[in-house]
């Protein structure tokens, strides 16, 4: 291994930790932006050999470094803000990761085969990546709790939603979608958050309430004339957001008078 010349313009440090067999050089990408970042990448790397923990986020990589891949053991790997254009096969490799975050990477239009037998991951990021479609890799992962697919150009999400049984938090607010697979989104009987802001969405098919853990639900933004019926009985929901949308309100006198005048000016 060896570090870059330019790590002696660092005139200000006292200590440098090699605690780390597998480093080569830093990627160029990462050079190219001085010294100080080649120290936090270096330090990112550290921290995944101690604490489980990688974040190489925000350096304009196209790919992930060799030595990434070889520290098998990483909890949360956070790739947010790069360049990345793939990942690769070897990322199977990385048995015991939990938490993948790969926002902000718009050029990855592909996950790899070889993603989808990673049941191990719990939470997900693939947001701002301007995704048509998700991409199919990802309903394989049955376990997963947390996906977050906000601010792509999703017009749908499909069926195959409905294999992710186990998800908490389902996150596709800033996209295009005017609906959903109501009959597929209904069957996440352990889903907490249903974040939906920002798309026009104008109608919901259903019973809602059959999502009987439901606690969130924001449709602010929607284009939704009214809201469904049965979503007074649900027995967890804490907060339902309504933010621009065009929904008459009641007045003071109905608000004065409790939660359920409220929802039956509403017709619920």
Not at 13 to 27: A, F, K, R, W, Y
Not at 28 to 33: K, S, Y
Not at 93 to 119: H, I, V
Request: charged share 20%; glycine share 6%.
């Amino acid at each position: 291994w060896k570090l870059p010349w330019s790590i002696g313009k660092l005139v200000n440090l006292t200590v440098l930790d090699l605690d780390l067999e597998l480093i080569l050089d830093p990627p160029l990408a990462v050079t190219r932006r001085g010294g100080k970042e080649s120290v936090r990448y270096l330090k990112a790397l550290l921290e995944s050999r101690h604490q489980g923990v990688c974040e190489i986020h925000g350096f304009s990589m196209t790919e992930i470094p060799p030595e990434v891949m070889r520290i098998t053991d990483i909890l949360r790997l956070v790739l947010s803000s790069n360049g990345l254009v793939k990942l690769p096969a070897s990322f199977v490799t990385l048995t015991r990761l939990e938490t993948l975050k790969l926002d902000g990477n718009p050029l990855l239009k592909q996950l790899p085969r070889t993603l989808r037998s990673m049941t191990h991951i719990k939470e997900l990021s693939v947001a701002n990546n301007e995704y048509t479609m998700i991409p199919d890799e990802v309903f394989r992962l049955t376990n997963l709790e947390v996906l977050n697919a906000s601010k792509n150009l999703l017009e749908s999400v499909g069926n195959l939603i409905a294999q992710l049984a186990n998800l908490t938090v389902l996150d596709l607010s800033g996209n295009k979608m005017w609906t959903l697979p109501w009959p597929s989104i209904l069957k996440l009987t352990r889903l907490k958050e249903l974040l939906l802001a920002g798309n026009p969405i104008s109608s919901m098919s259903g019973s809602i309430s059959a999502v009987t853990t439901l606690q969130r639900i924001d449709l602010s933004g929607s284009l939704l004339p009214l809201l469904p019926s049965d979503i007074i009985d649900l027995p967890r929901i804490e907060q339902i957001k309504l933010d621009d949308v065009d929904i008459q309100g009641p007045s003071t006198l109905v608000v004065a008078d409790g939660l359920r005048a409220i929802f039956n000016f509403l017709g619920l």
